[in-house]
């Protein structure tokens, strides 16, 4: 029922590639718990670049790694959401 709110939020970022709505699990985060009590929670979709390889939870997980304009961009729709 919330998706008619999530779509038309999202709609200012669809030129930032911030476009899709589901209701698949993408993956255990901090929404879960919430979910598991029957209280409704998102989460924002992640691109999966090394995360599951190389970088995920790891000694490899160093500022090098990061990737500028996927941090501005979702800089960008999170500071965004605050005001929503």
């Known amino acids: 029922m919330v998706e008619p709110i999530f779509r038309a939020w ?4 669809r030129d930032l590639g911030a476009s899709t709505l589901t209701i698949r699990a993408t993956g ?3 929404h879960v718990p919430f979910d598991n009590v029957g209280l409704p929670a998102c989460q924002f979709i992640q691109d999966p670049l090394e995360y599951g390889d ?3 939870h790891s000694n490899m997980n160093l500022y090098d790694r990061l990737q500028a304009n996927d941090l501005e961009q979702a800089a960008a ?3 965004e959401a605050r005001f929503v």
């Open 10 to 13: 999202l709609e200012p970022f």
């Open 28 to 30: 255990i985060t901090g």
């Open 54 to 56: 190389r970088t995920h």
């Open 77 to 79: 729709v999170e500071i």
